[in-house]
């Protein structure tokens, strides 16, 4: 018997893609800059898009295409700030603050698109936001010197996560109307053209950074790739427990690769923000079979 339906295979596949990818990003950041590291990531997600959209048939430009560039520049500007804040702060502590886009999503679709959200979902929100700030320590809160982490890294990684959930909502949209290798060809597309604009002190990488840089391209476009396969075909409440398992694979790889243990506060707001996430998504599953049913 098999206890995952398609979309949560799909879903657990390009999550623990992701996790590696994020694991070589870090090991890469060590020598390389981090905008380094991203224009190879746009490089190759080119060639993989194209590949896709090549045996799917349809243009590679799409119809939409200014909205499919602003697109483009919201994950341009998203991946960077993911990439620098994984390779600035420890493994686990940068995706549990990147994994708290869902509740910003959340408020941003009923700010912006006037989607409902009710008691229990502002709960929810409100678990993950206290998360966030447990993760973070910021001093106003717990005091002068009682974070590690680094500043900068933490406002970046911050700014990320507004970012990637505008990128998420920009997708919904898209989605409507064009081929989701489209939809995910133009933030490699404007990477490959921005990153050297936009960059300084590049390196050459050894052999072995050449393969973390050809891990992360092929590891975190598979990943996306398959996790864009599983967001189209599966319920909100599978697909946030699904991919809340991308923080604990981040502590495994921090703890197992780079010796990274996190601490009591790692631990707890990674719990507050993961009983956020899944909580919205039953929420939304539930009220979604609701509303169908009546």
């Not at 243990?261 to 909580?279: E, F, M, N, R």
Request: with cysteine; proline share 4%.
């Amino acid at each position: 018997m098999n206890l995952l339906t398609p979309g949560m295979r799909f879903m657990l596949l390009g999550t623990f893609l992701f996790s590696i990818g994020s694991l070589l990003i870090k090991m890469a950041g060590e020598h390389i800059p981090t905008m380094e590291i991203l224009f190879v990531r746009g490089i190759v997600g080119i060639f993989f898009c194209w590949f896709i959209v090549r045996r799917a048939g349809v243009g590679m430009l799409g119809t939409r295409r200014l909205m499919l560039a602003m697109r483009g520049l919201i994950g341009f500007t998203a991946l960077f700030a993911e990439f620098y804040a994984i390779v600035h702060l420890p493994l686990a502590d940068a995706i549990a603050i990147l994994f708290s886009h869902p509740v910003v999503v959340a408020i941003l679709a009923w700010v912006v698109l006037g989607e409902k959200l009710g008691t229990r979902s502002v709960m929810a929100v409100m678990a993950s936001i206290v998360g966030v700030i447990v993760v973070c320590r910021p001093s106003f809160i717990f005091g002068v010197g009682e974070s590690t982490l680094d500043p900068l890294a933490l406002t970046v990684a911050l700014v990320g996560v507004g970012f990637i959930s505008v990128a998420i909502l920009t997708v919904r949209s898209l989605a409507k109307t064009e081929h989701p290798a489209v939809v995910m060809f133009y933030p490699p597309l404007i990477i490959s053209l921005s990153a050297p604009l936009f960059s300084s002190g590049w390196v050459l990488p050894t052999g072995p950074e050449w393969l973390m840089l050809l891990g992360v391209a092929l590891f975190m476009n598979a990943g996306q790739y398959y996790m864009t396969r599983g967001y189209a075909i599966e319920s909100a409440a599978r697909v946030s427990a699904v991919t809340c398992l991308e923080i604990v694979f981040a502590a495994i790889w921090g703890l197992s690769f780079l010796g990274e243990i996190p601490d009591q506060w790692t631990i707890a707001g990674g719990l507050l923000i993961v009983s956020g996430t899944l909580a919205l998504g039953y929420i939304g599953a539930r009220e979604k079979k609701t509303a169908t049913d009546s």
